[in-house]
T-cell receptor
Framework: DAGVIQSPRHEVTEMGQEVTLRCKPI?????LFWYRQTMMRGLELLIY????????DSGMPEDRFSAKMPNASFSTLKIQPSEPRDSAVYFC?????????????FGPGTRLTVL | DQQVKQNSPSLSVQEGRISILNCDYT??????FLWYKKYPAEGPTFLIS?????DKNEDGRFTVFLNKSAKHLSLHIVPSQPGDSAVYFC??????????FGQGTRLTINP
């Protein structure tokens, strides 16, 4: 199995630009998660999907952030417009049904830098 | 509001000695706790977990201890090896709901 695939691995953009992060979950996993890692707050859950339906988006920081899952093998996290404080590493993870812990597999992450 | 806290950003331990990583939580409804390990340029990987009905769980060199009254858990690595150098995240969940992670502790094992 290829694992969770994320693209791009690195993204550098200027403030005000739109940024789109992409994720392909592990085949057969019903749950998909988007996390953000910062030094101050560690790993924060932004949103998660079950069977392509958003279940909990309470972690999405503000309206500039949006996520979609048009099918079982693809999800996007979009930031529009981007701001310097959005600079972080964004992880996508997928899993089979709960319990989460030992079945949640992370991708390698996208390092976003907003200048 | 940080429900899961790892108060030590970094820890340095000599190879062969014990590494102890600590984690505190505030939500008494958390009933499942996990440790993840993360190498540079990779995503976190699951290491070990413990249910709130237990106070200890072992897996080889790794042992997790849970003190519910103190709302505290710890990860012990014995003996520590150079390959253990990584960032360790503590996480917790309530009734198989979403995971809440701490800030992470960077462990460095010195030869």
């Amino acid at each position: 199995d290829a694992g969770v695939i994320q693209s791009p691995r690195h993204e550098v953009t200027e403030m005000g630009q739109e940024v789109t992060l992409r994720c392909k979950p592990i085949s057969g996993h019903d749950y998909l998660f988007w996390y953000r890692q910062t030094m101050m707050r560690g790993l924060e859950l932004l949103i998660y999907f079950n069977n392509n339906v958003p279940i909990d988006d309470s972690g999405m920081p503000e309206d500039r952030f949006s996520a979609k899952m048009p099918n079982a093998s693809f999800s996007t996290l979009k930031i529009q417009p981007s701001e310097p404080r959005d600079s972080a590493v964004y992880f996508c993870a997928s899993s089979r049904p709960p319990p989460w812990g030992d079945t949640q597999y992370f991708g390698p992450g996208t390092r976003l830098t907003v200048l | 509001d940080q429900q899961v806290k790892q108060n030590s950003p970094s820890l340095s331990v000599q190879e062969g000695r014990i590494s102890i990583l600590n984690c505190d939580y505030t939500n008494s409804m958390f009933d499942y706790f996990l440790w993840y390990k993360k190498y540079p340029a990779e995503g976190p990987t699951f290491l070990i977990s413990i249910s709130s009905i237990k106070d200890k769980n072992e897996d080889g060199r790794f042992t997790v201890f849970l003190n519910k009254s103190a709302k505290h858990l710890s990860l012990h690595i014995v003996p520590s090896q150079p390959g253990d150098s990584a960032v360790y995240f503590c996480a917790a969940s309530e009734g198989a709901q979403k995971l809440v992670f701490g800030q992470g502790t960077r462990l460095t094992i010195n030869p």
